[in-house]
């Protein structure tokens, strides 16, 4: 069973930065795939990053290319998300998941772990 607990929303301007962190409770994070996906009021849950197990691999998608970066920190079972030049249309609320599978990561389907969700709101 692993647990997941979001932070680091909050209200931010067009341009600005913020770093959303998740930590994971548990054993053998390092196993797990983990990744972001955000859902905007009326939306369907998106996609946003996913980093490996180790961390030597990850993809974005194109909406965040460029501006978004997701790390993780074994060691203190944490993955990171820093997002810069938010914009408006990332406003959402932001969860993390685990991914125990090896591929499909673009699919939430493909997650066994969700934490509660931390909302972030970029005003223009």
């Known amino acids: 069973q692993v647990q997941l607990v979001e932070s680091g929303g909050g209200l931010v301007q067009a341009g600005d930065s913020l770093r959303l962190s998740c930590v994971a409770s548990g054993r053998m994070f390092s196993t797990y795939a983990m990744a972001w996906f955000r859902q905007a009021p009326g939306k369907e849950r998106e996609f946003v990053a996913v980093?490996?197990?180790?961390?030597?691999?990850?993809d974005y998608a194109d909406s965040v290319k460029g501006r978004f970066t997701i790390s993780r920190d074994n060691a203190k079972n944490t993955v990171y998300l820093q997002m810069n030049s938010l914009k408006p249309e990332d406003t959402a609320t932001y969860y993390c998941?685990?991914?125990?599978?090896?591929?499909?990561?673009?699919?939430?389907?493909?997650?066994?772990?969700w934490g509660q969700g931390t909302q972030v709101t970029v005003s223009s």
């Open positions: 980093i490996s197990g180790s961390g030597r691999s990850t």
């Open positions: 998941g685990a991914s125990p599978y090896g591929s499909r990561w673009f699919q939430d389907r493909m997650y066994d772990y």
